[in-house]
T-cell receptor, first 113, second 115 residues
């Protein structure tokens, strides 16, 4: 299908790990991204992974990529209340030499104190 | 850190009126984009722009929409005759390279409310 799918909600306790999952559609995507959107704010790039990588770690963030299943996940270690936000995965999609993002539906992460 | 700046942050307009949403991309970026997000929904691609012309546009970007880079620094999105369903958050973005290996930089958005 055309849609990049994510689960809508995730609730975790402060200090626990959060895992946000994404299923993308375009196996030729060169890069896959995770963006964070805080309430009323814009889109902040958190991290990205190149398609020939399986894993990327960046401080508390770990991205796992399973190309065979077109599955991307974002793990946030030691989740804090400030991590409460909507998280979007995005794939880059090429069309006749131009690129655009296709965003997932977004996962609203709620961190309970 | 360089930013993409969007103005205004919030615009209220009457149905049928024209609106212009303004964006100042990062100065050395060459590729520009508009996306929109209807409240509670996902972020959708509208249009990409390079070398003073549209590279790609989505089905949403119909004849009511146009983009322009009038003076080498601003990048504008015009909606000629707004409809209620145009109410959304509009995000401008820019990137240095075509395949945005480092990701886009997004502005903080303009919330458009059509009444």
């Amino acid at each position: 299908g055309e849609d990049v799918e994510q689960s809508l909600f995730l609730s975790v306790r402060e200090g626990d790990s959060s895992v946000i999952n994404c299923t993308y559609t375009d196996s030729s995507s060169t890069y896959l991204y995770w963006y964070k959107q805080e309430p009323g704010a814009g889109l902040q790039l958190l991290t990205y992974i190149f398609s020939n990588m399986d894993m990327k770690q960046d401080q508390r963030l770990t991205v796992l990529l399973n190309k065979k299943d077109k599955h991307l996940s974002l793990r946030i270690a030691d989740t804090q209340t400030g991590d409460s936000a909507i998280y979007f995965c995005a794939e880059s999609r090429e069309n006749s030499g131009t690129y655009k993002y296709i965003f997932g539906t977004g996962t609203r992460l709620k961190v309970l104190a | 850190e360089p930013e993409v700046t969007q103005t205004p942050s919030h615009q209220v307009t009457q149905m049928g009126q024209e609106v212009i949403l303004r964006c100042v991309p990062i100065s050395n970026h060459l590729y520009f984009y508009w996306y929109r997000q209807i409240l509670g929904q996902k972020v959708e691609f509208l249009v990409s722009f390079y070398n003073n012309e549209i590279s790609e546009k989505s089905e949403i970007f119909d004849d009511q929409f146009s983009v322009e880079r009038p003076d080498g620094s601003n990048f504008t999105l015009k909606i000629r005759s707004t409809k209620l369903e145009d109410s959304a958050m509009y995000f401008c973005a820019s990137s240095e390279d075509r395949d945005f290996s480092y990701g886009y930089t997004f502005g903080s958005g303009t919330r458009l409310t059509v009444v």
